[in-house]
């Protein structure tokens, strides 16, 4: 089995300060191409679980929202990381499993390639994030603020990447 890396989009990836409803609107930090590349050179996968209500609610198109995750998967490729897989839910309203808090991206992703849910981790920025790795088994990493629900709490990725890679040397 692997081990992999579930990563919320909003707050960890990219600044979070303006909705991004179109590919002009991502801003990446400059340490995400980074951090996923240690994780990548460390034999996790990396994913990205993202609720994207605004689907939903008309703000923007699920091809507007490829066209935000194209736009951030060629960053960071071209700055040395490499993104597995990308999930989101579309929903806001309406009930679903795959909305975090619960797990069901993360579950979705774990079964199509083969992860041991135990070995792996969920960063997110929201207590959310924090739930729906807890319910789906991993060790959970809260970037911002603290949390007593969180395994770890880091003030980017990058500082939660060196936990990880720290907590398995």
């Known amino acids: 089995m692997n081990k992999a890396v579930f990563l919320d989009r909003d707050g960890v990836i990219n600044d979070n300060c303006k909705p991004v409803n179109k ?6 930090y400059p340490w995400t ?8 050179k460390s034999g996790y996968h990396v994913f990205v679980v993202t609720n994207q209500g605004g689907i939903e609610m008309g703000y923007f198109t699920r091809q507007d929202l490829n066209e935000i995750h194209n736009k951030m998967v060629k960053e960071i490729t071209e700055n040395g990381g490499f993104i597995d897989d990308i999930d989101y ?5 309406s009930k679903c499993d795959c909305r975090k808090p619960s797990p069901g991206m993360i579950d979705k992703l774990a079964k199509r ?23 789906a088994g991993c060790k959970t990493i809260k970037i911002g603020k603290s949390s007593k629900k969180a ?3 880091a003030k980017n990725l ?6 990880i890679l720290s907590d398995f040397q």
């Open 89 to 93: 839910c579309p929903h806001f309203k």
């Open 23 to 28: 590919p002009e609107d991502l801003k990446i």
């Open 113 to 135: 390639y083969n992860i041991d849910l135990k070995k792996s981790y969920m960063i997110g920025d929201r207590d959310i994030d924090i739930e729906a790795g807890i319910k």
């Open 151 to 153: 395994d770890y709490v």
């Open 158 to 163: 990058l500082e939660a990447v060196n936990i």
């Open 33 to 40: 191409a980074n951090a996923i590349s240690k994780l990548n």
